[in-house]
């Protein structure tokens, strides 16, 4: 797993940077309700991902002071919350980059050669699911409030950049050894809490051009992971572009359908601004966290994320096996 605080699992935890969450109320619904770097109220995609497919319960950050040495061989986490496409983007976060992110990756295949030898790590490698989840950062915290960015690109030129540092990334991979690799697309990011107090007037709707930004990505994303797709001409890759847009929309857009009734803010605090710092031991939290789609303004609940995880699992993992 590779990419941001979507997925991160608190490689994070020891990094001077304030997009960490190791610390209450994050974490109160996890198992034994200890906060560990993930951003919610509970588990997050990279743990439902491996345990919807039987591999294990919970996807530890590779960075883990506490990692064993079996886990080398059934899945690791590089994600770093605040990383994005752009490098600027990690570097205002003081994130773990994605090209460093690599370098651990790197890292990590040499550690898992010293275990399991070289043969068999190429096959662990080949088989295994390669995951990236990232581009939200890009367009919410440094396209639209960075000056050093918008002065410079248009939203067209400024997804360009993002999906070329997408197609090196992928094309890295490959090179290391992935076989299947799936891309995630970026969310309805005008929709988050946060974009809704941020851009979306007083009367907080979704803010429609950071929607548009992320969409144009998306479209930009797809093509190119088919053009790489083409150009590898391997019958044993899988390059996947994964939809994340349209099934967070439809929950914001159709909450009782499942079973939520909170979309517009998060249940930490005013659940209009909170994320990270701004939620913490001092904030109250929603009574009940499961008719929440969000857990703070920009990242969902537990529950909000099992019902996707489940939805992307049902329409994508044919595309791998």
């Not at 697309?185 to 907080?204: D, E, V």
């Amino acid at each position: 797993m590779f990419g941001d605080s979507i997925v991160d699992t608190g490689n994070n935890n020891n990094l001077k940077t304030i997009a960490k969450v190791n610390y209450p109320p994050y974490g109160k619904d996890f198992p034994g309700g200890i906060p560990t770097g993930r951003f919610s109220n509970g588990k997050v995609p990279s743990d439902f991902l491996v345990e919807e497919l039987g591999i294990k319960e919970l996807l530890p950050a590779y960075l883990d002071p506490n990692l064993q040495t079996g886990d080398l061989e059934t899945g690791v986490n590089f994600a770093s919350g605040g990383a994005g496409y752009d490098p600027l983007t990690s570097a205002i976060a003081l994130a773990i980059s994605l090209s460093d992110q690599l370098e651990l990756f790197n890292e990590y295949i040499k550690r898992l050669k010293g275990v399991v030898g070289d043969e068999r790590t190429s096959t662990i490698l080949a088989n295994s699911l390669h995951l990236i989840v990232a581009g939200s950062n890009d367009i919410t915290n440094t396209y639209f409030n960075n000056p050093v960015r918008n002065l410079h690109y248009n939203v067209s030129s400024y997804t360009d950049l993002m999906v070329t540092s997408a197609s090196s990334f992928v094309q890295e991979l490959y090179h290391m050894g992935a076989k299947r690799i799936a891309v995630f697309g970026i969310p309805s990011i005008g929709c988050l809490p946060s974009q809704r107090t941020l851009a979306g007037g007083g009367a907080r709707k979704c803010a429609e051009n950071y929607n548009q930004a992320a969409q144009l990505f998306n479209t930009k994303l797809s093509s190119a992971l088919s053009f790489l797709t083409n150009k590898f001409n391997d019958p044993k890759t899988r390059l996947v572009y994964i939809d994340i847009y349209n099934p967070l929309l439809d929950i914001i857009q159709n909450p009782k359908k499942y079973g939520f009734i909170v979309t517009d803010r998060g249940c930490c605090g005013t659940g209009k601004i909170e994320v990270a710092e701004l939620c913490n031991k001092l904030s109250k939290t929603c009574p009940n966290d499961s008719v929440y789609l969000f857990w703070d303004s920009f990242h969902p609940t537990e529950r909000g994320y099992k019902i996707l995880v489940n939805q992307i699992l049902k329409e994508y993992i044919n595309n791998f096996l």
